[in-house]
T-cell receptor, first 114, second 109 residues
């Protein structure tokens, strides 16, 4: 099992461009989470899905951010238009979703917006 | 609402000294608490969970509902313990997982 797979590993873009981050959860996991990691704020929950349905997107900072999960094996996080303050590491994690089940994290996407 | 607070951004200790990483939480129901660790160049991974009452790599954590705390402790720090540590709370009908801001542990040789 390759675990949670995120792509790309690194993304450098210019302000105003659209950015799409991708995530493939572990097969059989029914919960998927998107987090943003920064020095100041640590790990912030942006949005999470249960059985492909968005449950809580209150952590999404602005309308520029959107996330989809069209099927159980794929999710995207899109930023349009991107801004320099969006620069961070974005993590995807998946879980079986039951009591005391742990999260499995991807390697993250290091986003730099110039 | 659920909230996790880790008051220290950085904790430096000498090798062999005791370690305590603080975590406090706010949650109206029965929480599930976890500690995750991120070693340099590695993925975030589970260290331990309160329900298991386990000791992993010499670390333990006790859930104190009265003080709403879940502090991580180790009696003798080792250099390989240097890493970023996150406390996490899982709760709600759909098992929302909220993390604290993290504490960087630096063990000085």
């Amino acid at each position: 099992d390759a675990g949670v797979i995120q792509s790309p590993r690194h993304e450098v873009t210019e302000m105003g461009q659209e950015v799409t981050l991708r995530c493939k959860p572990i097969s059989g996991h029914n919960s998927l989470f998107w987090y943003r990691q920064t020095m100041m704020r640590g790990l912030e929950l942006l949005i999470y899905f249960n059985n492909n349905v968005p449950i809580d997107d209150s952590g999404m900072p602005e309308d520029r951010f959107s996330a989809k999960m069209p099927n159980a094996s794929f999710s995207t996080l899109k930023i349009q238009p991107s801004e320099p303050r969006d620069s961070a590491v974005y993590f995807c994690a998946s879980s079986k979703g039951g009591t005391n089940e742990k999260l499995f994290f991807g390697s993250g996407t290091q986003l730099s917006v110039l | 609402a659920q909230r996790v607070t880790q008051p220290e951004k950085l904790l430096s200790v000498f090798k062999g000294a005791p370690v305590e990483l603080k975590c406090n939480y706010s949650y109206s129901g029965s929480p599930e608490l976890f500690w995750y660790v991120q070693y340099s160049r590695q993925r975030l991974q589970l260290l331990l969970r309160h329900i298991s009452r386990e000791s992993i790599k010499g670390f333990t954590a006790d859930l104190n509902k009265g003080e709403t705390s879940f502090h991580l402790k180790k009696p003798f720090a080792q250099e390989e313990d240097s890493a970023m540590y996150y406390c996490a709370l899982k709760g709600g009908g759909y098992q929302k997982v909220t993390f604290g801001t993290g504490t960087k542990l630096q063990v000085i040789p």
